[in-house]
C-alpha cells in the first residue's frame, strides 16, 4: 500500500537520494529541510513516517523528534534517525527520545528499503 | 624597550604556543579531512562518468552498426526480409527501453553536477578560512617584530600559521580546477547523451526496415550495453554514497571557522599582554587563561565520524 513518507535533511542531495531510494518502493515522498518546515509538513500532509537528519538549523533532528512525540506515539508517527552520527551515546539519546531507528550514513538504498518496509509494516502506520 | 620576562611568564609563553600548535594541528587535520572527502567525491564521479562515456560510445556504436546493416547491399536479399515482425518488435522495444534507462542515469548525471556546486562552494568557504589564516599570521608577525626578542615564540607560531595558510590555499585551488574540469566535462557527457537520447526514437523507426541480421547483431551489442548500463549505475550509486557527507563537510567547515574566530580573539588578547609585558606588569594569569581558551577551541569536535565506511541500522 502506498504511503507518504517525510524526508527531513538540510542536504539537498540526501534527500534526493533518499526520495528516489523510496519512490522506487512504490511510496510518495515530501521533503523537509529543517525540523520547522518538517512540523508545518507533518500537519498538513500526515505521513506515515518521518526520516530525519540530527544536524540541522535552525531546528535540529532531536528537537524535532520530542516534538513530534509530544502528538504522535512511535506507533502511530514512525520516526528513523539518519545521520553520520554514528556513537553509542547520541543512539541512546534518540531511543529515549523515541526514535524507532538509528541510520548512519552512507546508507545502502536496498537496506534503507528493507528498513522503511519493516517499520511502516511492523507499526501499521498511516491508518 | 622592553624589560626581559621571568622564568615563570617564559612558562607561560611556551604553554601557549604548545596550546596554539594544538588549535592549529585540528585546524589542519580536519580541513585535510574534508578536501579529502571532497576529493573521494570528485573521484568517484569522475568514475562514473567515465563509464558513461564508454556506454554512450557503445550506444553510438550499436546506432552506427544498425544503420551500416540495413544499408549494406549484401544484406538486402529475400532471407533478410522475411525477418518476423515478432523480432523487429522486440528490437524496438529493446532500444525504448535502452532510451529510457539512459534518460534516467543522465537525470542522475545532472543530479550530481548540481552537488558538484555545491562542493565547490565548500572549497570557496575553505579557500576564505586559507585566507583568514593568512590574515592572522600576518598580524602576528608585525607583532613579533614590534617585541623584539621577547616574540621569538610567537615567530615560531606565526611563521606555523602562515604555511598551514599557503598549504591549504595551494590544495584548495588545485580542488577548484579539478572539480571546474570535472564539471566541464559533465557538461559535454550530457549534450552528447541528451542527443542521442533524443535521437533513440527515430533510430527505433529507422530499424523497421532493418532486416533479421540486424537484429542478430544487435543482441551481443545491446548485452555489451545493459552490463555497461549497469556499471554505470554502480558507480553513480557509490558517488552519492560518498555525497550524502555534504552536511558533514559543513560541519568541518563550519567548526573550522569557529577556531579561526577564537584564534583572532586570543592573537589580539597576546598582543595586548606583550604591551601589557612591556610596561614590566606581570602577565602570566592572563597567558594561562588565554592557554585554556585556545585548548577548548581545539576540543571543539562534534563530528564523530571520520571516514565513509558503511553506515549501520540500530532499529528500536
Known amino acids: 500500500m502506498t504511503k507518504l513518507i517525510l524526508v527531513v535533511d538540510d542536504s539537498a542531495m540526501v534527500r534526493r537520494h533518499v526520495r528516489l531510494t523510496i519512490e522506487k518502493l512504490g511510496h510518495f515522498v515530501e521533503e523537509a529541510s529543517d525540523g520547522t ?54 543512539k541512546a539519546r534518540g531511543k529515549t527520545a523515541g526514535a524507532n531507528g ?26 | 624597550m622592553g624589560s626581559a620576562w621571568n622564568v615563570d611568564e617564559r612558562d607561560a609563553v611556551r604553554e601557549l604556543d604548545s596550546a596554539l600548535q594544538g588549535v592549529l594541528a585540528v585546524n589542519e587535520a580536519d580541513l585535510a579531512r574534508t578536501k579529502l572527502l571532497i576529493a573521494d567525491a570528485g573521484a568517484q564521479l569522475h568514475s562514473a562518468l567515465t563509464t558513461l562515456a564508454l556506454a554512450t560510445d557503445k550506444y553510438r556504436q550499436a546506432l552506427a552498426l544498425v544503420e551500416r ?98 598549504g591549504s590555499l595551494a590544495l584548495s585551488q588545485r580542488m577548484g580546477a579539478a572539480v571546474t574540469a570535472c564539471q566541464r566535462h559533465l557538461a559535454r557527457v550530457r549534450a552528447t547523451a541528451e542527443d542521442l537520447a533524443s535521437n533513440d526514437m527515430s533510430a527505433a523507426v529507422h530499424a523497421h526496415r532493418g532486416l533479421g541480421a540486424a537484429i542478430a ?30 552536511d558533514m563537510v559543513t560541519q568541518i567547515v563550519d567548526l573550522t571557522i569557529k577556531r579561526n574566530e577564537v584564534l583572532t580573539r586570543v592573537l589580539a588578547r597576546v598582543l595586548a599582554l606583550c604591551g601589557a609585558a612591556l610596561g614590566e606588569r606581570s602577565i602570566r594569569p592572563a597567558l594561562a587563561e588565554v592557554s585554556d581558551t585556545l585548548r577548548a577551541a581545539a576540543e571543539m ?8 565506511a558503511e553506515g549501520t541500522v540500530d532499529l528500536f
Request: proline content about 3%; overall charge negative.
Open chain 1, 37 to 90: 518546515a518538517a512540523l508545518e509538513s507533518i500537519a498538513k500532509k500526515r505521513p506515515a513516517l518521518v526520516i530525519s537528519d540530527v544536524n540541522m538549523a535552525p531546528m535540529d533532528g532531536f528537537t524535532l523528534l520530542s516534538k513530534i512525540r509530544a502528538t504522535y506515539t512511535r506507533e502511530v508517527l514512525p520516526v528513523l534517525m539518519l545521520t553520520t552520527e554514528g556513537g553509542d551515546e547520541l
Open chain 2, 301 to 308: 569536535t562534534l563530528v564523530q565520524q571520520t571516514s565513509v
Open chain 2, 217 to 246: 547483431l544487435l543482441d551481443g551489442v545491446q548485452r555489451d550495453l545493459c552490463v555497461e548500463l549497469s556499471q554505470v549505475d554502480v558507480c553513480i550509486a557509490q558517488t552519492v554514497r560518498v555525497l550524502q557527507f555534504e
Open chain 2, 69 to 166: 546493416t540495413v544499408y549494406d547491399p549484401e544484406h538486402i536479399d529475400a532471407s533478410l526480409a522475411g525477418a518476423s515482425s515478432a523480432l523487429l518488435s522486440d528490437f524496438v522495444r529493446t532500444m525504448v527501453r535502452v532510451s529510457r534507462d539512459s534518460m534516467a542515469t543522465i537525470e542522475e548525471v545532472i543530479g550530481l553536477g548540481e552537488q558538484l556546486s555545491l562542493l565547490c562552494k565548500q572549497g570557496e568557504i575553505i579557500d576564505d578560512l586559507a585566507v583568514q589564516t593568512r590574515q592572522i599570521s600576518l598580524n602576528a608577525r608585525i607583532e613579533t617584530q614590534r617585541a623584539g626578542t621577547a616574540g621569538r615564540t610567537f615567530e615560531v607560531v606565526a611563521n606555523e600559521v602562515k604555511r598551514l595558510a599557503n
Open chain 1, 102 to 127: 538509528w541510520l548512519v550514513k552512507p546508507f545502502d538504498p536496498s537496506r534503507l528499503g528493507d528498513v522503511v518496509n519493516h517499520v511502516l509494516s511492523s507499526a501499521g502506520a498511516g491508518k
